[in-house]
């Protein structure tokens, strides 16, 4: 399903030039629920983001059921992602001005929609955000901001859910209700691939992939 070949990522700095990713070669199968662990600055991030369609790899090919990611232009790559991918970021990314139900429902675009807007509020419900979903983020806990951005990475019935760091900002608990929210997601078919440098999300995974120096590691 998702395939690298040969990822190079290179980033200028005062140094010189870093690799984040070094000639990484990566084949996840469909329904796989994949963790990606390491340290910080290891590459974890730029991984999924290149994964995600976000980051363009300075060289390499990435590839989802056989289509080539970066072969398409910008707006192609939007579209593909927005029907295909969903993206949890390690720092929620919830718009500050929107409430819960309007930061889920702008995964559906601008436009009002009553199928979106309806989709929305069964996944409030379905996180226990209820209610909840006339605040905004400022007013929520960080376990509910956490939920929030879950549910909108799942609005679109995507086929691919990428999480960076899902759990680094919640205590046990919580960190338990999403990976397990996760779970139910790769159990309807769903393929996901979670980065971490902690331990928590290791025991649901299918397979655990080691990064090291922008390197996969035995």
Known sequence: MVRLEQILKTYRSAQGNVKALDGVNLHIE??????????????????LMTIAAMLR????????????????????????????????????????Y????ENVAFAGGAAANGRRDAR???????????ARAHHKPSQLSAGEKQRTAVAR???????????DEPTGNLDPDNAAVVLGDFTDFNRSGGTVI?????????????????????KIRP
């Open 57 to 96: 790899p300075t060289s390499g090919k990435v590839s989802i059921d056989g289509r080539s990611l970066y072969g398409m232009d910008q707006r192609g790559r939007a579209t593909f992602r927005a029907q295909n991918i969903g993206f949890v970021f390690q720092d929620f990314a919830l718009i500050p």
């Open 30 to 47: 469909k329904g796989e629920f994949v963790v990606i662990c390491g340290p910080s600055g290891s590459g974890k991030t730029t991984l």
């Open 194 to 214: 979670v980065a971490t440098h902690g331990l928590t999300a290791e025991k649901f995974a299918s397979r655990i992939i080691y990064l090291q120096d922008g």
């Open 120 to 130: 929305a509020r069964a996944l409030i419900e379905k996180f226990g955000l209820t």
């Open 98 to 101: 929107l409430n819960v139900m």
């Open 153 to 163: 990475a799942l609005l679109n019935n995507p086929r691919i859910v990428l999480a």
